[in-house]
């Protein structure tokens, strides 16, 4: 199976500072098809998870151009480029290439 | 307006069952894949299981294999999770998620979440 990992953990950051998450994956995610199936979501504290972004880099409609995706292969990247105080919560990459679907262990971010 | 609304959780015991639903509304249910994804208490994401929108395709977590049966009604709109043989660690909130069509991009809508407590 898949295994998803990023880092760090938390991520403290100021406010009007960017913020960067790596997700590496154990496979490729290259799918037989070309292309790469990795996504981010975010989950805001007592809210269900929301997609940012899918397939590496494409950003969700509502969600600000501040956020960025990038990578390929088996390393990936959610960046921010300036964050605000609703970007408190905790991000998770995942991974839709390969059954079973797997997550990421989740990104803590706060505010410093 | 595109909503998914969970149903069915509760306290049960070690060794129970229980079903939950998830109503669906404001799309083409037929048209999507569905899942279940549960978050057990302070912890991660953790993707419970896979239907595509005919049925003809059901995917399981190593986890639950064995112990839960995913289904959908398309006449109803709804998407079920039975669970059976339940143990403590199955103890979460369990979401409902539509898949973004083509199937590969990851879950566009989600329930607010039905919580679970298996406990004696």
Not at chain 2, 8 to 36: D, E, H, I, Q
Not at chain 2, 80 to 102: H, K, P
């Amino acid at each position: 199976d898949v295994v998803m990992t990023q880092s760090p953990l938390s991520l403290p950051v100021t406010l009007g500072q960017p913020a960067s998450i790596s997700c590496r994956s154990s496979q490729s995610l290259v799918y037989s098809d070309g292309n790469t199936y990795l996504n981010w979501f975010q989950q805001r504290p007592g809210q269900p998870p929301r997609r940012l972004i899918y397939k590496v880099s494409n950003r969700d409609s509502g969600v600000p151009d501040r956020f960025s995706g990038s990578g390929s292969g088996t390393d990936f990247a959610l960046r921010i480029s300036r964050v605000e105080a609703e970007d408190v919560g905790v991000y998770y990459c995942m991974q839709g290439t390969h059954w079973p679907r797997a997550f990421g262990q989740g990104t803590r971010l706060e505010i410093k | 307006e595109v909503q998914l609304v969970e149903s069915g959780g509760g306290l049960v015991k070690p060794g129970g069952s229980l079903r939950l639903s998830c109503a669906a509304s404001g799309f083409t249910f037929s048209s999507y894949s569905m899942n279940w994804v549960r978050q057990a208490p302070g912890k991660g994401l953790e993707w419970v299981s896979s239907i595509s929108s005919s049925s003809s395709y059901i995917y399981y977590a190593d986890s639950v294999k064995g112990r839960f049966t995913i289904s959908r009604d398309n006449a109803k709109n709804s998407l079920y999770l039975q669970m059976n043989s339940l143990r403590a660690e199955d103890t979460a909130v369990y979401y409902c998620a539509r898949e973004s069509l083509g199937d590969r991009y990851g879950m566009d809508v989600w329930g607010q979440g039905t919580t679970v407590t298996v406990s004696s």
